[in-house]
Structure formats: C-alpha cells, structure tokens
C-alpha cells in the first residue's frame, strides 16, 4: 500500500510596490529538512490513524512550522496528489493551498527541519529540486495569478 502523506503549500502577499503587478509579491514557504540531503519542501507528513487528509495538513503545518489553522486561509478550488516512489515503494502526498492571515507571523521550525524561506515564484522552484514539486508550485503561481 502507498505511504500517504499531506502538507499544505503556504504563500504570502507582501505590500506589492506601486509599479509592480500583484502576483510579484506573493512568496511560497518552503522549509530545509534537518536530515538526509536537506531538500526543501512545504510543510507535510504522514497521515495518522483516525486522522482526514486535511486535518494531517493543518497538523503537520503546526508540528513544522508552528503556524495554527487559525493564522491561515485554506484557499477553495485547489487540491493536488504528487505520487511518487520513496526507498522504492509507492507515496502519494495531497497538497492544498493556503494563505498567511498576517504576513508577519512568526515560523517555528520543529527538530524535523533546520531552516525555511520565503521565495517568490522562481527562487522556490530553484529550491524545490523534484520538478513534479517545481511544476506543482508553477501551477499554484498560475492558479493564484488567474483569481486576480
């Protein structure tokens, strides 16, 4: 059976400057694991017995970043599965998108991760380095951008 693990990918809006488009200033949290090859990636994990999806996203975003469902928007309309393999055996990863209530909110990185950033669009795909996750935060960029 496929391991099953669930995150959600969590942008900000900064005050746009008055010459730029909105969308430029938005920026994607991605945090730095603290073992293995330290890829960067949204806050996610394992999906607990008794627990829903979407309850195991907001729960991860608590243990790893320290962010509580109540600091977050979950935007309507965007839910995608990455499937790939891990030690050889099938995961499936369920992603949703949500947005900080207040730009300023303090992250707390648990033991699991060492750093995190806030990227704008490009600076997050060069940090993502699975392209499945590269072309996933492009689409979340797109999907915000067309909501505009």
Known sequence: MAVRACG??????????PSSK???SIEY??????YG????TPPKGHVDPGEDDLQTAFRETQEE???QASQLTLIEGYKKELHYPVRGKPKT?????AEMKDCNTEIKLSEEHQAF???KLEDACKFAEYEDMQ???KEVHQFLCSRE
Request: a positive charge; aromatic letters at 14%; hydrophobic letters at 60%.
């Open 8 to 17: 959600l990918i969590i942008f900000r809006r900064l005050q746009p400057a």
């Open 22 to 24: 909105v969308t430029d």
């Open 29 to 34: 949290l991605l945090l730095q694991t603290s």
């Open 37 to 40: 090859t330290h890829h960067w």
């Open 65 to 67: 970043a320290g962010l």
């Open 93 to 97: 990863v369920v992603y949703w998108l």
């Open 117 to 119: 950033q806030w990227l």
């Open 135 to 137: 072309a996933m935060l």
